[in-house]
């Protein structure tokens, strides 16, 4: 199975600062990879599909790059309600894998 | 509104059974695929068993071949997975979830998750 792995593990970023999250397949995907998000309590929300296509609501802070292998989201001026763990998934491949998360905290 | 309500879920010894239901609401259920997806704690997110719209297509992960079986009921909204040989490894958080898209490109509906603990 495709394997998927998330840098870093945690990312400190200050309110209103730019942050970048990877992400990499262990072999190509192509566009199949969505990003969610998730906070305590709550189930992951979709927020990037096709690698770089926002869902119905997303802020446009939210952007999605990348193909193949590797794989990038930004999000531009963090707010208050960005801080959360952010997960990878590609759909390219059954059974659909999952990278271990990225938790955005405040600096 | 979508509504996933997952049930079923317990504790069991290892080498027992568990069947889990999932009831769907708020879209037409019938002509979606669905998935189960579990978290073992500290873990990622894994997925475990697809079906496609009509029961017709299904999908496992390799550790859960042939111990695990999904089926659905069209007529009655309901998901289920049977578990069999249940191992301490398979203890999780158990969600059922509903890709979006045709074909899926993600999953944009998830239930609240029930919890199966494998343990003598």
């Known amino acids: 199975e495709i394997v998927m792995t998330q840098s870093p593990a945690t990312l400190s970023v200050s309110p209103g600062e730019r942050a970048t999250l990877s992400c990499r397949a262990s072999q190509s995907v192509g566009s199949n990879l969505v990003w969610y998000l998730q906070k305590v309590g709550q189930a992951p929300r979709l927020l990037i599909y096709g690698a770089s296509t926002r869902t119905t609501g997303v802020p446009a802070r939210f952007s999605g790059s990348g193909s193949g292998t590797e794989f990038t989201l930004t999000i531009s001026s963090l707010q208050s309600d960005d801080f959360a763990v952010y997960y990878c998934q590609q759909y390219s491949n059954w059974p659909w894998t999952f990278g271990q998360g990225t938790t955005v905290e405040i600096k | 509104e979508v509504r996933l309500v997952e049930s079923g879920g317990g504790l069991v010894q290892p080498g027992g059974s568990l069947r889990l239901s999932c009831s769907a609401s708020?879209?037409?259920?019938?002509?979606?695929?669905m998935h189960w997806v579990r978290q073992a704690p500290g873990k990622r997110l894994e997925s475990v068993s697809a079906?496609?719209?009509?029961?017709?297509?299904?999908y496992y992960a390799d550790s859960m071949k042939g111990r695990f079986t999904i089926s659905r009921d069209n007529s009655k909204n309901q998901l289920y997975l049977q578990m069999n040989s249940l191992r301490p490894e398979d203890t999780a958080v158990y969600y059922c979830v509903k890709p979006v898209g045709v074909p899926p490109v993600g999953i944009d509906y998830w239930g609240q998750g029930t919890l199966v603990t494998v343990s003598s």
């Open positions: 708020g879209f037409t259920f019938s002509s979606c695929a």
């Open positions: 079906i496609n719209y009509n029961g017709g297509s299904t």
